[in-house]
């Protein structure tokens, strides 16, 4: 393993033990897992749409028994299995039994399609889990959506799919230190466009500074979101996460009948 790929390592684990946001989703996919049924005998075929350095992979095989885990991207990397648009996916209608996709359909121009494309691959009965952000700033990278949780329940059902399960991913406080730390971020000039940006020592030094800055913001964030548990709801959220099931003998909003 060579310097750079090294410190590309230690940054990555940083990232995974700091981020609340992460924790969240983690926790997220564990309680869906316990819900669903994660015996021994279980096995879930998994697409991971937008999968980047598939950062949740180890959790989506320990807590909701998937096998096979296949990262999708459109763009290739170390982690990426099948390049592929999620509005035009190279898999046989009814062939897969979970489809995940963390923070990524706010970049999708037509959310719409990306949900018609996870409706038709999906099996009966299969299952989709999403995150996505409702108050929080825009992305380095094509930004287009927010969605509270009722847009997108109603947008999720208009595709055929039942809400199993869906959560607020904190509440004001936490919204108000994802604000902090994205504004921290953007006040060191060569904010990186995406996880594909160039990796430098130029680019090491200052992620290195980046996580020095906003240390006191992330170990914040997990005292916001125990916080927010016990303050009342006041429709202040930074995001949310959403399981849900395909349901049987559908008819998906805009298809032909």
């Known amino acids: 393993m060579n310097a750079a790929t090294m410190l590309v390592s230690v940054a990555r684990r940083y990232k995974h033990l700091t981020n609340p946001v992460g924790f969240v989703a983690r ?23 937008g999968a980047g350095t598939a ?16 990262a999708v991207d459109i763009a290739p990397s170390e ?52 995150t996505y952000p409702f108050l929080y700033p825009e992305c380095d990278v094509r930004d287009f959506h927010r969605w509270t949780l009722e847009g997108m329940h109603n947008m999720l059902v208009a595709h055929g799919f039942e809400i199993v399960r869906a959560q607020r991913r904190g509440g004001a406080l936490f919204a108000w230190t994802c604000w902090v730390i994205w504004m921290i971020q953007h006040l060191v000039p060569g904010q990186r466009q995406s996880w594909r940006a160039r990796r430098n020592w130029a680019s090491f030094l200052r992620a290195g500074v980046l996580a020095a800055l906003t240390l006191p913001a992330e170990l914040f964030g997990w005292i916001a979101l125990g916080l927010d548990k016990v303050l009342p709801s006041q429709g202040v959220y930074m995001g949310a996460c959403v399981l849900a099931r395909k349901a049987l003998d559908t008819q998906v909003e805009g298809a032909p009948r």
Request: proline residues 5%.
């Open 79 to 130: 982690s990426t299995s099948i390049v592929a648009d999620c509005a035009q996916l190279p898999f046989q209608s009814a062939s897969i039994d979970l489809l995940v996709s963390f923070d990524v359909i706010q970049h999708v121009p037509s959310p719409q399609a990306m949900l018609g494309e996870a409706h038709r691959v999906l099996k009966e009965g299969g299952h989709i889990l999403l």
């Open 55 to 70: 950062p949740y992979a180890k959790a989506l095989r320990q807590h909701m028994g998937v096998e096979p885990y296949i």
């Open 27 to 49: 926790a997220f996919i564990k309680q869906s897992g316990l819900q669903l049924g994660n015996g021994s005998a279980v096995t879930r075929s998994c697409l991971d749409i």
